[in-house]
């Protein structure tokens, strides 16, 4: 089993990036992919969650209508498009997977996690 992130970056305010997350090794569309981040000194949060059997996604309020979460299911591979960064956005970014449809942002609940991007925003 393997969730590897990818396209993280250095990057000013304003300015945007297109992070990815191949997977292999677990069926994919009987999972759920959500992209997590942690900021030095702060907890990991979750920010984007895509159902891969229904496309259905959420966000957490602090990046609705900044990022975009996608999956190109032939590719095993889920997308999150971040728009308008800020610097408060700077952390590592994972990827990580669960089949419990109400894991939500309960990192518990997730069984596979990519090993992060960095993105780091300029002011």
């Known amino acids: 089993v393997q969730l590897q992130a990818s396209g993280g970056g250095l990057v000013q305010a304003g300015g945007s990036l297109k992070l990815s997350c191949a997977a292999a090794?677990?069926?994919?569309?009987?999972?759920?992919i959500s992209w997590f981040r942690q900021a030095p000194g702060k907890e990991r949060e979750g920010i984007s969650c895509?159902?891969?059997?229904?496309?259905?996604?959420n966000y957490a309020e602090s990046t609705k209508g900044r990022f975009t979460i996608s999956s190109d299911n032939a590719k095993n591979t889920v997308y999150l498009q971040m728009s308008s960064l800020k610097p408060e956005d700077s952390a590592i970014y994972y990827c990580?997977?669960?089949?419990?449809?109400?894991?939500?942002?309960?990192?518990?609940?997730?069984?596979?996690w990519g090993q992060g991007t960095l993105v780091t925003v300029s002011s």
């Open positions: 990580a997977s669960t089949n419990n449809p109400l894991a939500g942002s309960r990192i518990r609940m997730y069984d596979y």
């Open positions: 895509i159902s891969i059997s229904d496309g259905s996604t």
């Open positions: 090794g677990f069926p994919f569309e009987d999972y759920a």
